[in-house]
């Protein structure tokens, strides 16, 4: 008797090992319990349809609603067996992925649920939340300016676009997302902050917490504030509230020789370490600050100010000055060349308004000297048949240019330094540790660059509806959790083994690394797949094996390796034996 032999293919990839940490963070229970649906809702509860989207988004890099559909019937499955729950593509059609955006929208339910989820990952993972940071970015759209997307100054250096403000607070070292905030493109930032900061106490329940942010953070009142709570910042000071006069009268000691410098050295990962030429220099000073309470009377507190000079950027800086005051000399002296078409400068004012925009165009004013003069000349012209001989008189305009070099050298001694304002004592936190804290600013800045970038492809937007771009907002920064932590737990056991991970560039196989990143690990996993066999109406599956790679990548996130076995449960009865070189 012939048999019949059907066999199917489905490409597994990463997906069950997004599922299972999901599974670990308790991503769909918390969902389910702080988002209630109606009775009319069947299938997939949506705590289990979210996490669906939430894999198709990390494993494809992709929030379109209308492609999670196909998706999930090419890898129904991988997903069933993963989820211990059978999944139909009907359970995330573009419909119902909407409806869930609905729901996450809710800003009282959302709050509850990420209060929630961040007290489960700190207690899951052993987290000790010391010092937050705070940042606000922008998303750009092609939109008619309305609502939430509107006219303001942008991140994406695309003033042109309407866009909408997102603030993000995410924890140290790891840069765990805590809290995220959606407001009008137009919004100051410096309102963002309070709120921000007050979700991460209700969820944290600690005080004594260090919030750091960019200048916006140095608001009077919002310093007032965390300092009323027990906390602590850390955060440059502006232009507005140190003035260029001011900085000359903190840096004049420095000159006369009077101020002492500390000097700073930092490896990139911010350890002490012996170098020849240190990375920043600086010194500190304390002053009473005086602002608003929360009980209508004054707030006092001592803050203490640190003076710090990153000699790297000062050096960036003064090659920039240099260049920018070479260029204006040039761009001077080339007013005094004649060419066709070009207007000829006829006075001195004119000469030098035109010298003077140049200077200003470069911020270069007071260190290119500038000067014009007028020069006569006379020329004899003979004569000719009855025209008598005459002279001819005519005068020119030749602008004078050159770097002064004192204030050149003034100007480059006062590049590089900024202050930066604590009410940490100089023992919680001395001047190596403000530069170190800082210059750590790439971690929320890498969250929000996975955010908009191809990770997580906020940015292009395909939705119309605002109040469904800020569930789809709530919904990428529980994307982000998983990105963030997956890294750490490979980092932290790597670190704790003293080890390294090897395999996970492509066309390098035995590059070594202890930083692994998401992307590079789950990109291993791709390749795997489930084959599915039918011989006379008898199914058996078989799963592509793992290699010591993909194997120790699972070992390092924390998930067990019956993650992949159980999507084969009936591989030991089966006869057949296949392999993909």
């Known amino acids: 008797m012939s048999e019949h032999i059907t066999i199917t293919h489905e490409r597994t990839d990463d ?11 308790r991503v769909a229970e918390l969902i389910d319990t702080h988002f209630p649906t109606n009775g009319n809702w069947t299938g997939l509860s949506l705590g289990q349809m979210l996490v669906v989207w939430f894999t198709f988004i990390i494993s494809e890099g992709d929030h379109r609603l209308s492609h999670v559909e196909p998706w999930v019937a090419a890898h129904q499955h991988t997903l069933s067996r993963s989820l211990h729950h059978e999944v139909l593509p009907r359970d995330c059609t573009d419909d119902r992925l909407a409806t869930g955006l609905d729901y996450l929208c809710v800003a009282e339910n959302w709050a509850e649920c990420e209060c929630a989820l961040n007290q489960t990952l700190i207690r899951v993972y052993d987290l000790r ?36 403000k997102i603030a993000l607070a995410t924890l140290d070292p790891l840069g765990l997302p805590m809290t995220i905030a959606t407001v009008a493109g137009n919004t100051a930032a410096d309102p963002l902050y309070l709120p921000a900061i007050a979700k991460v106490r209700r969820s944290v329940g600690l005080a004594g917490m260090t919030y750091i942010g960019d200048c916006k953070i140095a608001a009077l009142a919002t310093r007032a504030d965390i300092v009323a709570h027990q906390d602590f910042y850390l955060c440059p000071l502006s232009a507005k509230q140190v003035s260029a006069e001011e900085l000359d009268r903190l840096l004049e000691p420095i000159w006369s020789s ?28 304390a002053v009473e600050q005086v602002g608003p309470g929360q ?3 004054p707030q006092r507190w001592q803050e203490r100010r640190v003076v710090v000079r990153s000699l790297a950027h000062a050096r960036l800086q003064e090659e920039s000055l240099r260049q920018r005051a070479q260029r204006a000399v040039d761009e001077m002296h ?14 001195e004012a004119e000469a030098l308004k035109a010298a003077e925009a ?3 165009r470069h911020r270069v004013v007071n260190i290119v000297q500038i000067g014009a003069h007028t020069f006569g000349h006379e020329e004899t012209k003979r004569r000719y048949g009855q025209r008598p001989a005459q002279i001819l008189r005519t005068t020119s305009v030749q602008v004078e240019a050159r770097i002064d070099p004192a204030a050149m050298a003034q100007a480059i001694r006062r590049l590089g330094w900024r202050v930066y304002a604590t009410n940490h004592d100089q023992e919680a936190m001395p001047l190596k540790q403000v530069v170190s ?27 119309q509806c605002e109040q469904r771009i800020v569930g789809l907002i709530f919904l990428l920064s529980i994307a982000l959790r998983v990105l963030v932590l997956m890294q750490f737990v490979a980092r932290e056991n790597l670190q704790r083994e003293g080890t390294t991970l090897t395999g996970i560039y492509p066309g390098q196989p035995g590059r070594q690394t202890t930083r692994p990143t998401t992307e590079m690990m789950l990109h291993v996993f791709r390749g795997i797949t489930l084959s599915r066999i039918t011989v006379n109406g008898e199914t058996y599956d078989h799963l592509t094996p793992l290699t010591p ?28 034996h296949s392999h993909e070189p």
């Open 15 to 25: 997906i069950p090992v997004i599922i299972a940490f999901l599974q670990k963070m």
């Open 129 to 164: 939340p010391n010092t937050i940071r705070v940042d606000p970015t922008t998303v750009s759209a092609y939109v008619t300016p309305d609502g939430l997307f509107q006219l303001g100054h942008s991140k994406d250096h695309r003033p042109d676009l309407p866009q909408l």
């Open 258 to 285: 009077e101020q002492p410098l500390e000097e700073v050295r930092l490896t990139a990962e911010g350890q002490a370490e012996v170098q020849a030429e240190p990375d920043a220099v600086g010194f500190a000073y």
């Open 295 to 297: 009980s209508g009377q």
């Open 334 to 347: 080339a007013l005094n060349k004649r060419k066709q078409g070009k207007k000829r400068l006829t006075t």
């Open 358 to 360: 140049i200077s200003a």
């Open 437 to 463: 804290a800082y210059r750590s600013e790439y971690l929320v800045e890498q969250g929000i660059r996975r955010l908009k970038g191809h990770s997580l492809s906020l940015t292009p937007l395909y939705l």
């Open 549 to 576: 790679v993909q194997e120790r990548i699972v070992a390092l996130i924390g998930i067990p390796l019956e993650t992949f076995s159980r999507l084969a449960p009936q591989l030991s009865k089966t006869a057949f």
